[in-house]
């Protein structure tokens, strides 16, 4: 089994940064696309970033465009969140997740859904102070 521990979380004001980070140990496996959700107390899961393994396609949600950015890490098992000019709407539980299912799919929209991903980490809270 695969596990996936995300840190770098914390409170912050707003406009300030953090970089979360996300290691993955256990057993190897063929990393297909790595995601980050979040969720807001009462909220629905969202969909946050997510990065294709071969290529390092990079997809965003439109309230972080601009703001967030997601990238591997150095090794390989690692991905992180960047994330610059944070703002109270931020404020949520981040969730790291991995897919290594790698059934041919004509499009991306798979990726920004929930269920498209077999691993899941704990979570980090990120508070945002206005």
């Known amino acids: 089994q695969v596990q996936l521990v995300e840190s770098g979380g914390g409170l912050v004001q707003a406009g300030d940064s953090l970089r979360l980070s996300c290691a993955a140990s256990?057993?190897?496996?063929?990393?297909?696309?790595m995601a980050w959700f979040r969720q807001a107390p009462g909220k629905e899961r969202e969909f946050v970033a997510a990065?294709?393994?071969?290529?390092?396609?990079?997809y965003y949600t439109d309230s972080v465009k601009g703001r967030f950015t997601i990238s591997r890490g150095n090794p390989e098992n690692t991905v992180y969140l960047q994330m610059n000019s944070l703002k109270p709407e931020d404020t949520a539980v981040y969730y790291c997740?991995?897919?290594?299912?790698?059934?041919?799919?004509?499009?991306?929209?798979?990726?920004?859904?929930?269920?498209?991903?077999?691993?899941w980490g704990q979570g980090t809270q990120v508070t945002v102070s206005s």
């Open positions: 997740a991995a897919r290594t299912v790698n059934t041919y799919r004509s499009s991306s929209y798979f990726l920004f859904v929930d269920t498209s991903y077999n691993y």
């Open positions: 256990g057993r190897t496996f063929s990393t297909y696309a």
């Open positions: 990065i294709r393994w071969s290529s390092d396609s990079t």
